[in-house]
């Protein structure tokens, strides 16, 4: 109960941006801020892992998508290399999915 309320006010503070905050929370808002971006590149590979995005944990690392349109070559971590095809179906792990779900290149298929 105590720590959803935490996460509650700071997500609020969160929304709220600069210069809303009163001097003595800024500088540690600042503070967390700077913090959690750090920690949140050190996830997930190169691009890292928005751990603020979900309220609950993924079920899975990895999603099946399909290609909505041509693509070209994806890269994942271990170096494979997909051809994202239009109507091609692929098993990748989310965080290097989800850019592409937003832009109307891949959709997540739900089981």
Request: net charge negative; aromatic share 10%.
């Amino acid at each position: 109960m105590f720590c959803e309320k935490a996460i509650e006010i700071i997500r609020e503070l969160h929304r709220m941006g600069d210069g809303q905050l009163p001097a003595f929370n800024l500088e540690w808002f600042n503070q967390y801020k700077k913090s959690l971006a750090t920690f949140m590149r050190s996830l997930g590979g190169e691009e890292g892992l928005d751990i603020t995005q979900d309220m609950k944990p993924p079920k899975s690392l990895y999603i099946e998508v399909r290609c909505l349109k041509d693509h070209g070559e994806f890269e994942i971590d271990d170096g494979t290399i997909i051809l994202l095809k239009k109507n091609s179906q692929h098993f990748l792990p989310r965080w290097k999915c989800e850019q592409l779900i937003r832009q109307g290149v891949l959709e997540h298929i739900m089981s």
